[in-house]
């Protein structure tokens, strides 16, 4: 342990003197929590990833294992040894290592408060195996660039990304960093999962920005390979990149605007199908539960705050009693939260999307059959879409971390509105990732009659009424 630490105190001296402290950024996410581990096998290593589940940086994505098995097959191709090599939003550290132990001095970036994790996976899989030993930096996208990483000093042979499409908020901005680092005599391989219709913008905007090959498709996940262009249309194309939003607009203004536009095309939101991951056992209600996850889309990954509603609502049976009530949970992702509600008795219905209902009905039938009074129902419902549920009244509506998706926000707000009605109470449990996520806070706070029923400093879980109620 006493050696642990002296390497992560080396290499924060390390991570210090490569780049100055940078201002925090408005869409940094917060703390994170150590949960399982992964292992894979790739350069003839054993190599053990340390994941965390409070943040998309701490959980390892498809692209990632993707991008991981190809530079290890093609290295004849793709020779790292001795280059220079970052690596943007690197998360768990997985590409950084694979990229280390085939002969690449390594440089693997992410927001600061992911780096403690990250740290701890590349020391312990790269100390005494590789080359070079790998370096951890903070790099806010598209902020301050030139003065925290010059080019006249930071230059590189590549530039590794995989699943770094996440954030649609921040896509602008990622564009900008890209450019920034992949200068002449730079390569960028890019690997990255096609999710959301919004992806596609930022491919076609990345495909005007680079000379771009693909290197390998396999159904909605590709690995391409870029170069820089060196013409005015390469800088006029950047310059549009600030002036055009990559978001799925599709649903703004009115609910009855929203059931318009869902009457006319499918939402642009829903996301592919899914693959599975891992799974979790948890203890609630005096029974076993075992939550199958998948790591293709956000909603099928368990995340923190539905443990802590669970164990909030096993705990405090007698402030609420869901024992024959009508309950209904918004994006319950993988069900864990509807399992409990319906293991202490509640008639309940779990939604979220289409795609998602599959794994969603798998989790939830498997934990309940035999064991409950009602049997759950599971249901698709796209938020601002209420046509399936609409003649169904509710006792609560429970929702656990659905503060994700930033360009439904008032689709989601408009939900809860419409479900909760006199008589209802809304359940929300939340951990702050982003500060955007604190005007959603405060506008449910204005729309309902708000009791705060817990606060352990990450994790609040609010009870909201019906102004009506008053």
């Not at 003197?17 to 003839?44: I, R």
């Not at 070079?132 to 925290?148: C, E, F, I, K, N």
């Not at 799925?248 to 939402?267: D, L, M, N, Y």
């Not at 995340?303 to 009530?325: E, G, I, T």
Request: aromatic share 10%; proline share 3%; glycine share 6%.
């Amino acid at each position: 342990m006493e050696e642990d630490e002296v390497q992560k105190e080396k290499m924060d001296e390390s991570c210090r003197d490569v780049v100055p402290n940078q201002q925090n950024q408005g869409w940094k996410p917060g703390f994170f929590s150590k949960t399982g581990k992964e292992m894979y096998n790739y350069v003839g290593t054993e190599i053990v990833i340390q994941e965390a589940f409070d943040s998309y940086a701490g959980m390892i994505w498809p692209a990632a294992l993707a991008l991981s098995q190809y530079l290890d097959s093609h290295r004849t191709q793709l020779n790292l040894v001795d280059k220079a090599v970052l690596e943007i939003g690197a998360g768990t550290g997985l590409l950084s290592i694979v990229a280390s132990l085939l002969g690449a001095w390594v440089t693997a970036t992410d927001l600061s408060d992911v780096l403690g994790n990250l740290r701890y996976n590349l020391s312990k899989n790269t100390r005494g195996r590789c080359r070079h030993t790998p370096q951890v930096a903070p790099l806010s996208w598209g902020y301050d660039l030139q003065r925290t990483y010059p080019t006249s000093v930071y230059r590189y042979d590549y530039i590794l990304a995989a699943d770094v499409v996440y954030h649609h908020n921040f896509l602008d901005e990622l564009l900008a960093t890209m450019k920034h680092f992949c200068k002449p005599g730079t390569t960028l391989i890019l690997a990255n999962k096609l999710r959301v219709e919004s992806d596609n913008a930022f491919m076609d905007k990345f495909k005007r920005v680079f000379e771009t090959r693909l290197l390998e498709e396999c159904e909605s996940l590709q690995i391409l390979m870029a170069t820089c262009r060196e013409s005015d249309e390469t800088e006029n194309s950047l310059e549009k990149v600030g002036t055009e939003m990559i978001s799925a607009e599709e649903f703004t203004g009115s609910v009855i605007q929203v059931k318009e536009k869902q009457a006319e095309k499918t939402p642009s939101w829903i996301p592919a199908i899914n693959s599975g991951f891992g799974k979790d056992a948890y203890h609630y209600v005096g029974q076993d539960i075992v939550i199958h996850q998948s790591t293709d889309f956000f909603g099928a990954v368990k995340w923190s705050a539905a443990p802590v509603l669970c164990s909030f609502l096993d705990k405090n049976r007698h402030m609420v009693d869901l024992r024959d009530k009508q309950v209904l949970e918004l994006g319950a992702g993988t069900g864990l939260v509807a399992i409990v509600a319906s293991l202490l008795g509640a008639l309940a219905t779990a939604t979220d999307l289409p795609e998602m209902l599959n794994n969603l009905k798998s989790n939830v039938m498997r934990n309940t059959r035999g064991r409950c009074k009602y049997t759950p129902s599971v249901v698709a419902l796209p938020w601002g879409s209420h046509t399936e549920l609409a003649q169904h009244r509710y006792d609560y509506i429970l929702a656990a971390d659905v503060v994700y998706c930033h360009d439904f926000l008032e689709e989601l707000l408009a939900t809860m509105k419409f479900f909760c009605q006199p008589g209802t109470s809304v359940i929300w449990a939340n951990k702050i990732w982003m500060e955007s996520d604190l005007s959603f806070t405060d506008t449910f706070k204005e729309t309902f009659l708000i009791t705060l029923l817990h606060d352990d400093g990450e994790i609040q879980i609010y009870m909201g009424k019906c102004k009506e109620d008053s």
